[in-house]
């Protein structure tokens, strides 16, 4: 598997682990790789009760690899993602209007085979 699409199949593996995770807790996912003018956006859900609407951004790395899940989720980034979300939610009317929008973040690390070592959810990260 070239880097490219090794690269997209960690990413891949991260985000269904990531979706897992939020299943497990409640939620609902309302789109995955929800493709905007600005970029793609990981995981959006809905919390259990319909409250509040979640745009999760979902980082995996391999363990081993030099530095954390966290490296590439700088303000530049943070930014990106609002601005994406922004246009999901302009563009999808059947969503509930008085729901609380909020962005999490959730750094997957794998094993050279793609098992899971550590999950970490941060709510409300940015």
Same mark, same amino acid.
């Given at each position: 598997?070239?880097?490219? #699409?090794? #690269?997209? =199949?960690?990413?891949?593996?991260? =985000?269904?682990? !990531?979706?897992?995770?939020? @299943?497990?807790?409640?939620? $609902?996912?309302? #789109? $995955?790789?929800?493709? &905007? $003018?600005? *970029?793609?956006?990981?995981?959006?859900?809905? &919390? @259990?009760?319909?409250?509040?609407?979640?745009? !999760? @951004?979902?980082?995996? /790395?391999?363990? *081993? &690899?030099?530095?954390?899940?966290? =490296?590439? %989720?700088?303000? +530049?980034?943070?930014?990106?993602?609002?601005?994406?979300?922004? =246009?999901?939610? %302009?563009?999808?009317?059947?969503?509930?209007?008085?729901?609380?929008?909020?962005?999490? #973040?959730? *750094?997957?690390?794998?094993?050279?085979?793609?098992?899971?070592? /550590?999950?970490?959810?941060? @709510? +409300?990260?940015?």
């Amino acid at each position: 598997m070239g880097g490219d #699409a090794a #690269a997209k =199949e960690l990413g891949r593996r991260g =985000e269904d682990l !990531a979706a897992a995770h939020f @299943e497990r807790l409640g939620y $609902r996912v309302l #789109a $995955r790789n929800a493709r &905007t $003018r600005r *970029g793609e956006l990981d995981l959006v859900l809905a &919390t @259990e009760d319909g409250g509040a609407i979640v745009f !999760a @951004e979902v980082k995996t /790395r391999r363990l *081993g &690899t030099a530095g954390d899940p966290w =490296e590439k %989720l700088d303000v +530049a980034k943070c930014r990106q993602v609002r601005r994406m979300a922004i =246009e999901w939610l %302009l563009r999808n009317d059947d969503r509930p209007w008085w729901a609380d929008v909020r962005f999490d #973040a959730i *750094g997957i690390t794998l094993t050279a085979t793609g098992d899971l070592v /550590r999950l970490d959810h941060l @709510e +409300a990260a940015f």
